[in-house]
T-cell receptor, first 116, second 113 residues
Framework: GAVVSQHPSWVICKSGTSVKIECRSL??????MFWYRQFPKQSLMLMAT?????????EQGVEKDKFLINHASLTLSTLTVTSAHPEDSSFYIC????????????FGNGTRLTVT | TQLLEQSPQFLSIQEGENLTVYCNSS?????LQWYRQEPGEGPVLLVTVVTGGEVKKLKRLTFQFGDARKDSSLHITAAQTGDTGLYLC?????????????FGSGTQLTVLP
């Protein structure tokens, strides 16, 4: 089946630094990628939707200047958490789907971010 | 905004018991998916239901899509410790070109040995 690779799986960084998370579709072209944030034992909260070659659409309350999303190719999207603070510590998950309104969604394995 | 409410939010049962998780909305969905997620991993798709009234079985798991395509249920028979995890329902909108899923609030299931 289709595979989405997310890297790194975990990262620890100091307050004020920036962290980049990569999401790659390994065997299909991901025209749309989604980024989520998840707190322990809670559901996924959609942060933004990115379409290849265009600017990401952010959900209400998500700061686009803090969470930079780049989807420059059909197989790679990146999420950069800029000037990270301890409250940004969370589990970040990406998902990807190919063209077609009913194409299935494939999830990465998530990235555990801890800001000290 | 389309919302999906799951119940119960938390469920702890003994191995061998049966359970049902519900996913309800006031909105109509073109399809609904169920996922299971284990700690530190991404959600894994269990099933997609598309037709109102549809019932799908996956070994000990039975999924049902409501006739009006607004709700769904997941029934597990003779639960095993390996069933422990966060269960998420997710609906695809019935109108418009949006291709993002609406996720339910989640049900954390713990099956005790």
């Amino acid at each position: 089946g289709a595979v989405v690779s997310q890297h790194p799986s975990w990262v620890i960084c100091k307050s004020g630094t920036s962290v980049k998370i990569e999401c790659r579709s390994l065997d299909f072209q991901a025209t749309t990628m989604f980024w989520y944030r998840q707190f322990p034992k809670q559901s996924l909260m959609l942060m933004a939707t990115s379409n290849e070659g265009s600017k990401a659409t952010y959900e209400q309350g998500v700061e686009k200047d803090k969470f930079l999303i780049n989807h420059a190719s059909l197989t790679l999207s990146t999420l950069t958490v800029t000037s990270a603070h301890p409250e940004d510590s969370s589990f970040y998950i990406c998902s990807a789907r190919s063209r077609g309104w009913n194409s299935p969604l494939h999830f990465g394995n998530g990235t555990r971010l801890t800001v000290t | 905004t389309q919302l999906l409410e799951q119940s119960p939010q938390f469920l702890s049962i003994q191995e061998g018991e049966n359970l049902t998780v519900y996913c309800n909305s006031s909105s109509v969905f073109s399809s609904l998916q169920w996922y299971r997620q284990e700690p530190g991993e991404g959600p894994v798709l269990l099933v997609t239901v598309v037709t109102g009234g549809e019932v799908k079985k996956l070994k000990r798991l039975t999924f049902q899509f409501g006739d009006a395509r607004k709700d769904s249920s997941l029934h597990i028979t003779a639960a095993q410790t390996g069933d422990t995890g966060l269960y998420l329902c997710a609906g695809a909108p019935s109108t418009g070109s949006a291709r993002q899923l609406t996720f339910g609030s989640g049900t954390q299931l713990t099956v005790l040995p």
